[in-house]
């Protein structure tokens, strides 16, 4: 695990992947409402890895799905895609919206960063001003934040489930999809990672991530599910 995070990091600084990854989070809202707020973007070289070697927060503010292990997350991963996200209003600010105040207050922060290179793929997930000692569901979906939860469409599948929206959980998992639910700790903060053996080389990659109201299903039939969804954020992926 260590030396393919650490060719991960090699691959990344040698790779334009910077530059493919940069123009897909220009791309414009799904939606074409109004002119789209781009979520604030950057490539951030050595700011996953420091942030990472800085906090020991896997508790509280665990990760609930798909977690990297203490070992993984101080490893030097060199660059990330980092996306801030301060919750609002659609109207007034689209890239990050709350569609539920009471559970994710307007002013409530995420940051998403995205390393994706060499056939695999870390996501990390740092959120601020929540509801303490809560647990929130989190995945990656495949469309730009609207103006209500469902905008943001399904979540994103490394191999899609051809019946579609799925809850089978061939296709609803967390090593399939993105999961990201989380505990948050007494101030309201958690930080979450996701690890997967795949990237996006294919072209199609996540534009959000929706937080939701429950930890994720796993069963048949409601696999995926994790009750309303509370808030999105843009993300470059
Ligand atoms: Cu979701």
Redesign the pocket.
């Known amino acids: 695990m260590k030396r393919s995070l650490i060719t991960l990091g090699a691959a990344l600084v040698a790779a334009p992947l910077l530059a493919a990854c940069s123009s897909s989070s220009t791309s414009p809202a799904a939606s074409g409402t109004s002119a789209p707020a781009a979520p604030t973007t950057a490539s951030a070289p050595s700011t996953m890895a420091m942030d990472m070697s800085a906090d020991g927060h896997l508790s509280p503010g665990t990760a609930m799905h798909g977690a990297m292990t203490d070992g993984d997350t101080r490893t030097d991963l060199g660059a990330a895609h980092k996306t801030d996200g301060v919750f609002g209003d659609f109207a007034a600010n689209p890239a990050a919206v709350t569609y539920d105040a009471t559970k994710v207050p307007a002013g409530a922060k995420a940051t998403v960063q995205v390393l994706a290179a060499g056939g695999s793929t870390l996501v990390k997930m740092e959120l601020a001003g929540l509801l303490p000692n809560t647990v929130y569901?989190?995945?990656a979906?495949v469309n730009a934040c609207g103006a209500d939860g469902d905008a943001?469409g399904g979540?994103f599948e490394h191999t899609p489930d051809p019946k579609g929206a799925s809850t089978d959980p061939q296709f609803a998992n967390p090593t399939n999809e993105i999961w990201l639910d989380f505990r948050t700790d007494e101030q309201g903060h958690a930080v979450v990672w996701s690890k997967q053996p795949w990237d996006f080389s294919d072209g199609r990659a996540p534009k959000s991530v929706?937080l939701?109201a429950m930890k994720t299903e796993t069963a048949a039939g409601s696999a995926?599910k994790?009750g309303n969804?509370l808030a999105c954020v843009n993300a470059a992926f």
Request: net charge positive; aromatic share 0%; no cysteine.
């Open positions: 569901g989190s995945h979906h943001a979540h929706v939701h995926g994790a969804r």
